[in-house]
């Protein structure tokens, strides 16, 4: 099963659940893989602390002019959707920040006058702790093109039994590479009014993406009732809900895993868990039942 955890805004705990997920399950001897997907601040580092294994470079291939061959007819410029690329009293210029390497500026070339070198965006670190096999990204300083990097984080992933994806906050480009493909989304939310503009943001992500989801709420018994009134408006299940606990605040601080610090929290992962489980299997009935409806 292939999970994302995800967050319309940052802040909301959406690390502490994913972690503390992922190594609740190892214990009990589930296979678990988590990737860190938010490749602009990865921090679930902090808390599993794998050993780091290997590490490799993530490129995008930019173009490069060749100037003997260019007659500066600006076909280039007009087919790149990104504006990577300007034309000027006949001399090609070239933005590489802007290029996402889709390559139409060598496709449609009519003098041939491209060639392609690669870009390198961030890197892909991969290791292992406590049972579980660990993947994140770092995006180079000043660089734009998450996505990339994203994409490189879930390449490397393997075939768990449970994959873990620990999606970036908001509901922009980089959230959607990381949960497009994922079987399950655990959207994260706090009772607070920006967090309920924030999770109904998120809600109509993952309806648009068609993919079944729930919600948890972190710090549940501060803010007012509106997001619970919200979820049961829109018949949204509810399949975690943790206290606003000191303790917990206290094995964050340093950088502990809250199910080691505070064990009495194992049973409530657990029992997420379970409900995730439950929904995810409600929800293939349901995919199975309008296939069969459509073929009869």
Known sequence: MKIAIASGKGGTGKTTIATNLALGLADKGKTVQLLDCDVE????HIF??????SSSAVTVPIPRVIEEKCTGCGICADVCEFSAIAVIKGKVLIFPELCHGCGACKLFCPEDAFIEVPRELGIVEEGKTNGIRFVHGLLNIGELMSPA???GVKKAAGDPEILILDSPPGTSCPVIEAVKDAEFVLLVTEPTPFGLNDLELAVGMVRELN???AVAINRSDVGNEDVKEYCKREGIEIVLEIPDDRGIAEAYSRGEMVIHALPEYQKTFEACWTKITDLHEDALQVEQQGKTATES
């Open 211 to 213: 993919i079944p989801f």
């Open 48 to 53: 599993l602390k794998p050993e780091i294994e």
């Open 149 to 151: 990097v994203i994409s």
């Open 41 to 44: 601040e990865p921090n679930c």
